[in-house]
């Protein structure tokens, strides 16, 4: 008997674990021809290729019947430059699924939407004056954030973290059908880049996914000064520089700030308080102390540990009186996922 299968499911559950379609294939004994064919839908699936693919993909057989489309991306990573698609595939998948379990337990539990600010960038709202307005309206009276993954969860802001298997793409944010927002974090990032990384994807909820922005605007450059806006403000931060800038210094405003070294010395160039030269030094003295990648462990920032979906979960299960693996068939992963997601 033919079963009911989701094509685009099988996409999302081979890229989801780094596969091509040939070495799909290779798992299940088939060609590539045929796994495009059952990718495109052209295809009957029989129960035996069902097991099949459950067994090549680790997730249960009941995962590729859902229902619904893989959502595109729709704003930038924050990444480094060039990184190659394979890299960029497993982690827009495991998004994906990640996303359809948050829509699912925010709608069987009715969690209202945050009341997330929504801006246009304009020459009126720039996004260091609207960092500043965020700040005002929910009510952030201290210069420094001691913990951000707190302020965003209060307001409802879903945030998951897992190993995006790569350290070149850092964060992603997306919102579930019902435009409920998601953050999501590479678990690799240090604390000061998960907390600058959080502030960027902020910056892109609220300034750019629910507007149109026109396709010459440079969105992670606004994203940029939102977050060092939020995390340094300008009025406090210039504070700390009146007296020119080291190392040693950067130092200790790392510890202080939260955010890091480098973070600090653009900080402090944005704000025109070094010169072409004197930024040039700045960065060359990273590059001599060999700090420019990875900063001095001693000064590490201590990472966030955001609850609020773990939270949610727990509360269905409490609700429901089921169990992890109950859970598990709703969500439609294996617990080794489950573990790894939550």
Not at 2 to 16: F, G, K, W
Request: aromatic share 8%; net charge positive; glycine share 4%.
């Amino acid at each position: 008997m033919n079963q009911i299968v989701n094509p685009q499911m099988i996409l999302l559950a081979r890229e989801a674990r780094g596969l091509t379609q040939t070495e799909l294939g290779k798992k299940m004994h088939l060609h590539k021809a045929n796994i495009s064919r059952l990718e495109n839908g052209n295809t009957n699936v029989n129960e035996e290729t069902l097991i099949a693919l459950a067994e090549a993909t680790n997730f249960p057989p009941h995962f590729f019947m859902q229902r619904g489309d893989i959502i595109p991306v729709n704003l930038s990573y924050r990444k480094r430059e060039q990184v190659p698609v394979k890299l960029i595939n497993p982690i827009e998948a495991q998004i994906n699924i990640m996303r359809r379990q948050a829509q699912f337990i925010t709608r069987a539990l009715g969690v209202d939407l945050p009341d997330l600010p929504v801006y246009e960038v304009d020459e009126k709202h720039t996004p260091a004056k609207i960092a500043a307005l965020v700040r005002r309206k929910w009510n952030i009276t201290t210069p420094i954030i001691d913990n951000l993954s707190k302020v965003l969860e209060d307001r409802g802001i879903i945030i998951n973290s897992f190993d995006f298997g790569t350290e070149r793409v850092d964060s992603r944010s997306m919102l579930t059908d019902d435009k409920y927002p998601i953050i999501f974090l590479n678990k690799r990032l240090l604390g000061d880049r998960q907390r600058f990384s959080l502030a960027f994807e902020l910056a892109h909820l609220i300034m750019h996914t629910f507007t149109i922005v026109p396709h010459d605007r440079d969105i992670n450059h606004e994203a940029n000064l939102f977050a060092a806006e939020l995390l340094m403000p300008e009025k406090e931060i210039i504070k700390d520089f009146k007296d020119g800038i080291t190392l040693p210094l950067l130092g200790e405003l790392k510890r202080k700030w939260k955010v890091s070294m480098i973070a600090l010395v653009y900080r402090a160039d944005d704000l025109g308080l070094l010169t072409p030269n004197q930024k040039r030094y700045m960065v060359q003295q990273f590059n001599k102390q060999k700090i420019r990648r990875r900063e001095p462990q001693e000064l590490d920032v201590p990472k966030e540990n955001p609850q609020l979906m773990r939270q949610l979960l727990t509360d269905y299960m409490s609700k429901t009186k089921l169990g992890v693996i109950q859970l598990c068939m709703l969500l439609a992963i294996e617990a080794s996922d489950y573990l790894e997601y939550y």
